[in-house]
């Protein structure tokens, strides 16, 4: 198992910018595929970008493509979301999580939680106007 620890939310000013870390434990951690997911105020949680084990590929939601940058540092067992140009819309818990991708997954895969085994406590982020 993966123990996850999300840092870095805060409250920022709609345009201003965040970045949140999640440090897993354990030497696995280029194993497996990690994602972020948020969940806003009164809203089901939602998929938000996802690194491949080798951090060769990502995957962004529509809402936060070209705003959003996922990374992963193996020397440091962990995974940023760098967020930029923050709308009040992105006032969220977010969630790191970690997932074990088998050879063949649907295209959707890492968009799903329930294909994540490891998630983290969270980190709010708001974003004021």
């Known amino acids: 198992q993966v123990q996850l620890v999300e840092s870095g939310g805060g409250l920022v000013q709609a345009g201003g910018s965040l970045r949140l870390s999640c440090a897993a434990s354990?030497?696995?951690?280029?194993?497996?595929?990690m994602g972020w997911f948020r969940q806003p105020p009164g809203m089901e949680r939602e998929f938000v970008a996802a690194?491949?084990?080798?951090?060769?590929?990502?995957y962004y939601a529509d809402s936060v493509l070209g705003r959003f940058s996922i990374s992963r540092d193996s020397a440091k067992n962990t995974v940023y979301l760098q967020m930029n140009s923050l709308k009040p819309e992105d006032t969220a818990v977010y969630y790191c999580?970690?997932?074990?991708?088998?050879?063949?997954?649907?295209?959707?895969?890492?968009?799903?939680?329930?294909?994540?085994?490891?998630w983290g406590q969270g980190t709010q982020v708001t974003a004021s106007s």
């Open positions: 999580a970690a997932a074990q991708p088998p050879l063949y997954r649907s295209n959707n895969y890492y968009t799903r939680p329930n294909e994540y085994d490891f």
């Open positions: 354990g030497r696995t951690f280029s194993s497996y595929a």
């Open positions: 690194i491949s084990r080798s951090g060769v590929n990502s």
